[in-house]
C-alpha cells in the first residue's frame, strides 16, 4: 500500500499559476502510473495528468500546454505545474497512484486538494 498526501492548492486569479504536490509514503520508484485527476461539482472524476515509471507524460486535450506533470523519485514526490488556469479549472484535485500485480490494478488516492480559479 502506498499513503498519498497532497498540497499546494488554493485561490488563484485566471492566467496565474499553482503547483500541487503529491507526497507518497513510501518509494515510488516502482509504481506504475502516478496521475493527478480532478473533480468539479456535479460532475465526475476525470484524468488530468499520468505520468508512468518510465516517465512518460499524457495529458487530458483541456489542459494540454498548460500543465505539466513530473516525478521526483528521489523524494517519493509527484508534482502538477498548473500554468495559464482557467475558471473551469476549479475543482478539487486528486493524487493516484496505481500499482500493477500480475493482471490486476490497484488504485491509490489522497484526500484532494482544492484549486479555486477565480474570473
Known amino acids: 500500500q502506498v499513503q498519498l498526501v497532497e498540497s499546494g492548492g488554493g485561490l488563484v486569479q485566471a492566467g496565474g499559476s499553482l503547483r500541487l504536490s503529491c507526497a507518497a509514503s513510501r518509494s515510488i520508484f516502482s509504481i506504475n502510473a502516478m496521475g493527478w485527476y480532478r473533480q468539479a461539482p456535479g460532475k465526475q472524476r476525470e484524468l488530468v495528468a499520468v505520468?508512468?515509471?518510465?516517465?512518460?507524460?499524457n495529458y487530458a486535450d483541456s489542459v494540454k500546454g498548460r500543465f505539466t506533470i513530473s516525478r521526483d523519485n528521489a523524494k517519493n514526490t509527484v508534482y502538477l505545474q498548473m500554468n495559464s488556469l482557467k475558471p473551469e479549472d476549479t475543482a478539487v484535485y486528486y493524487c493516484?497512484?496505481?500499482?500493477?500485480?500480475?493482471?490486476?490494478?490497484?488504485?491509490?488516492w489522497g484526500q484532494g486538494t482544492q484549486v479555486t480559479v477565480s474570473s
Open positions: 505520468i508512468t515509471s518510465g516517465g512518460t507524460p
Open positions: 493516484n497512484a496505481r500499482q500493477r500485480r500480475g493482471l490486476i490494478d490497484y488504485d491509490y
